[in-house]
C-alpha cells in the first residue's frame, strides 16, 4: 500500500508561479502528476520515473518542473507562468510502470488533491 498526500495548491494571478508538493510512502516508485475540471477527464500533467526520467504533457512544457527530494519522499511540482485554463484539481499517483507514462491506468494509488486556482 504507497499512500500520498498533496498541499501546495491555492489562488495564484495568471503569470504567477505555485510549488505542489507530494508526500508518497512508499519508495521505488513512479510518480506522477495528474489533473481534473469538473466534466472532464482527468488528464496527465507530469511524471518522475525512480530512475529520474521525465514526461511532460504539450501543454506544461517550458512552464512546469518536476522533482523529488529521495531524502523527504517528497516530489515537487513547480508551476511557473501559470495561465487561467491550469485551474484544476492537481492530484499526484504512483505506479510500477518503469519508464515514463502519463497513461492514467498505470496508476494504482492516489492522492485526494489539491485545488489549484489561477485569476485573470
Known amino acids: 500500500q504507497v499512500h500520498l498526500v498533496e498541499s501546495g495548491g491555492g489562488s495564484v494571478q495568471a503569470g504567477g508561479s505555485l510549488r505542489l508538493s507530494c508526500e508518497v510512502s512508499?519508495?521505488?516508485?513512479?510518480v506522477g502528476w495528474f489533473r481534473q475540471v469538473p466534466g472532464k477527464e482527468r488528464e496527465g500533467v507530469v511524471c518522475i520515473t525512480p530512475l529520474g526520467a521525465t514526461m511532460f504533457a504539450d501543454f506544461v512544457k517550458d512552464r512546469f518542473t518536476i522533482s523529488k527530494d529521495n531524502a523527504k519522499n517528497t516530489v515537487y511540482l513547480q508551476m511557473n507562468s501559470l495561465k487561467p485554463e491550469d485551474t484544476a484539481m492537481y492530484y499526484c499517483?504512483?505506479?510500477?510502470?518503469?519508464?515514463?507514462?502519463?497513461?492514467?491506468?498505470?496508476?494504482?494509488?492516489w492522492g485526494r488533491g489539491t485545488q489549484v486556482t489561477v485569476t485573470s
Open positions: 512508499g519508495d521505488g516508485i513512479g
Open positions: 499517483a504512483a505506479t510500477y510502470v518503469v519508464a515514463p507514462t502519463l497513461h492514467r491506468k498505470y496508476y494504482v494509488y
